[in-house]
């Protein structure tokens, strides 16, 4: 495989898929802080050199980078410094998302690439499979969310989700919106069900679970999901990785489609 793809932790890849699809993985910072736990985003000089390992592996035939949105980390500025390093060769793909909807793209890049495409054949399937993706983010507390700056106080998403014992934020441009208001846990997957099958519109998707130690959850929204896809639909259950667990708390469940084709949304993303 000529080019490569390198993601940060956040991706959630399984390590199964990345031994298979040979994508390397950067891991994001988890600190003990001794009153809790937090997260810092990779350097400029850590990527580079990720970068340049990547490089001389596959000849210096280029590397598709795909790191955490702009909007929630540091990790996709210090990528963009880094890449400047290697003009030409090291392309920067903007996700504006987090989780596995980066890992997927991450995934149909690789593919392309173990099947001899070249640097700008890898980067266009990155970037189409995150036009077609969405992401939502189905959470039990705001608490840890507020505290990481991700959601901040005062805005309209916030006063709005805190009237809901169970919001359901949606990942759009980077940026936390509210995408649904309910009650009950039940509601909320049957919530998240319906906007997938809606939008999947008959055709075949790739769903990922993801998951802040609550595995029978998301394996009951699996069980929900795998009932109401369209035929030739894939639904993958992953645990959240820590990068992001710290920010959403136990009892998360993120969930990244990709979807057969374009929706209205998709199309007027670059």
């Not at 001389?56 to 890449?83: F, I």
């Not at 793209?105 to 392309?112: I, L, N, R």
Request: aromatic content about 2%; charged content about 20%.
């Amino acid at each position: 495989m000529g080019v490569r793809v390198v993601v940060d932790s956040s991706a959630g890849l399984p390590a199964e898929v990345v031994r298979e699809l040979d994508i390397t993985v950067v891991d994001l910072h988890v600190m003990d802080e001794g009153d809790g736990t937090s997260t810092s985003g990779l350097s400029s000089l850590e990527l580079a050199a990720a970068y340049a390992r990547q490089l001389e592996r596959g000849g210096d035939e280029g590397v598709v980078a795909l790191h955490l949105a702009k909007a929630l980390s540091s990790t996709w500025s210090a990528a963009v410094a880094a890449s400047a390093v290697f003009p030409g060769t090291v392309r920067v793909v903007e996700t504006d998302s987090v989780g596995m909807t980066i890992g997927a793209a991450a995934m149909a890049a690789a593919t392309v690439a173990q099947e001899g495409g070249d640097l700008a054949a890898c980067e266009a399937m990155a970037q189409s499979t995150l036009a077609r993706s969405e992401t939502w983010l189905y959470l039990h507390q705001l608490d840890d969310l507020r505290k990481s700056g991700r959601l901040p106080t005062g805005t309209s998403v916030l006063s709005a989700a805190l009237l809901a014992n169970k919001p359901i934020l949606r990942v759009n441009d980077g940026k936390l919106e509210l995408a649904g208001k309910t009650r009950t846990q039940s509601k909320a997957f049957a919530k998240l069900a319906e906007l997938v099958v809606e939008r999947a519109a008959g055709q075949p998707v790739f769903a990922a679970i993801q998951h802040a130690s609550a595995p029978d959850p998301a394996a009951q929204l699996a069980e929900l999901l795998e009932g109401q896809l369209p035929a030739g639909s894939r639904v993958m259950v992953e645990p959240l990785v820590p990068a992001l667990a710290v920010h959403t708390g136990a009892g998360a469940i993120g969930l990244s489609v990709v979807f057969s084709s374009h929706g209205p949304v998709e199309n007027s993303r670059g």
